[in-house]
């Protein structure tokens, strides 16, 4: 097989990975046509195939909504999504092991054969691909020759936490009734979104960057919504965002984006695009209904078209199971993990008697300025009976949890203290 003929799929893949790294070199105009000349050809198949058998590039029909065990000790499932059981995490490093990440799928996760996926880069704010025909195409192969990156971080849901906008507050909201399983931090292994972008033929008037899946399109209340994405600001796609490859080592499961999901650091889960299939990147802004309908926040105090959301709130869980049962007259070790999208946390405290008196947490030394912090504190419950366990953390720019956490009829962003409530026995 000859490296330099197109047809065959490995020797192109080479050639393309070499021109293309070394465009660094060269500077971006001539690799860019070049890469292009060269996705041509290929490119005209792909499309053939993908008109023929469906939007997704090889999608094959799933099993289910969720391809991974769901065994009930670790999760709670609610139809396509699944929250990871806090007390699943008593014990664990770090990072949350893959067979315990919550999932939260629009549809169902695809099948997606990475030979034949390519990801599609186009718009206006690339110097000579302002549209779909002529999207610069990067297979599965010549992206894992790009290099690599690897970085710890969280995602999560923006509706993480919303059950108890009901529960505690009262209040009625819609979307998925989740308590605070809809979080985790993994080991992301992949290629920096701005490699990829620079590469690309970025333009300096490039605004917005818009990344969508490649799983089926969205429909609701009738209403086709077409491929789940979501825009984001080219500062913030040229900051810290990566495409990711491989999660806690491995190469990314199915139903956490195989081959290549977008992590997003800090920001709302939905800004991490799964199965990834095109980046349009645009000298205009770019709207989806994901930041025009969905993921903003509405209702009284907020604007009519509602307030965008970009970055997550506070947050504390105690790895202990919802109702648990402790002994009484005996020293147990509350352990628990605190979060914010925008900084370190800075202090934890705790409460084991409804809120009336709190004692600071000892917090982990080594994962101060980390995704999460961990923290524990030691309990000696006397009375046998319910009891209420509270945390509430602050982060590094002074923002903390309120009692109460400030109503949207969609439910997102709950930073409210939770009420945890055990048995004594
Ligand atoms: N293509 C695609 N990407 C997606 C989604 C989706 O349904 N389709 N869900 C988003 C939402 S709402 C969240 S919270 C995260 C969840 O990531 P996980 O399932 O790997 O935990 O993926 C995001 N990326
Ligand atoms: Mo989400």
């Known amino acids: 097989m000859s490296g330099s003929d197109p047809s065959a799929e490995c020797g192109y893949d080479d050639l393309r990975a070499r021109q293309w790294l070394a465009s660094e070199a060269r500077g971006d105009d001539f690799s ?48 396509g999504n699944a929250e990871m059981r806090w007390e699943a995490m008593a014990g664990q490093g770090r990072l949350v092991p893959t067979d315990r990440f919550f999932v939260r799928n629009h549809t169902a996760t695809p099948l997606i ?181 969905f993921y903003r926040l509405f209702g009284p105090g907020y604007p009519v078209d509602g307030e965008l959301i970009g970055r997550q709130a506070v947050k504390s869980a105690f790895e202990v199971a919802w109702n648990a049962r402790i002994p009484a007259g005996a020293r147990t070790v509350l352990r628990g993990r605190s979060w914010s999208g925008t900084s370190p946390i800075r202090a934890v405290e705790v409460s084991t008697d409804g809120g009336h008196s709190w004692r600071r947490a000892r917090l982990h030394r080594s994962d101060a300025g980390r995704a999460w912090q961990r923290w524990e504190l030691p309990w000696l419950p006397s009375v046998p009976g319910p009891a209420v366990l509270r945390a509430r953390a602050v982060d590094a720019t002074g923002a903390s949890q309120p009692d109460e956490a400030r109503h949207n009829t969609l439910g997102y962003l709950f930073d409210g203290v939770v009420a945890h409530p055990v048995t004594v026995v």
């Not at 290929?42 to 090889?58: D, E, K, N």
Request: overall charge positive; charged content about 15%; proline content about 7%.
């Open 113 to 293: 054969d990475a030979d034949l996926w390519r990801l599609r880069l186009f718009g206006t704010g690339l110097r000579g691909s302002p549209d779909r025909d002529t999207a610069i195409q990067l297979g599965y192969r010549q992206l894992r020759r790009l290099p690599a990156h690897t970085q710890t971080s969280m995602v999560e849901c923006a509706g993480n936490g919303r059950s108890f906008f009901t529960s505690q507050q009262g209040q009625s909201v819609s979307g998925t009734a989740w308590r605070l399983g809809a979080v985790g931090v993994a080991r992301w292994r992949g290629v920096r979104l701005s490699t990829v972008l620079r590469h690309a033929g970025l333009t300096p008037d490039a605004v917005d960057v818009l990344p969508s899946g490649l799983d089926a399109d969205f429909v609701t209340g009738g209403v086709n919504l077409g491929p789940v994405r979501r825009p984001l600001p080219i500062g913030k796609a040229l900051d810290d965002v990566l495409l990711a490859y491989e999660m806690n080592g491995e190469p990314l499961p199915s139903d956490h984006g195989f081959p290549v999901r977008l992590v997003v650091p800090g920001w709302i889960g939905i800004s991490s695009i799964k199965w990834l299939g095109a980046i349009e990147v645009s000298a205009e802004p770019l709207f989806s209904p994901w930041n025009t309908q």
């Open 32 to 79: 860019r046509r070049d890469l292009f000349r060269l996705a041509a050809a290929v490119g005209a198949a792909v499309t053939g195939m993908a008109s023929a058998g469906g939007s997704a590039l090889a999608a094959v029909a799933s099993q289910g909504p969720i391809v991974k065990p769901l065994p009930p000790e670790l999760f709670v499932t609610f139809g």
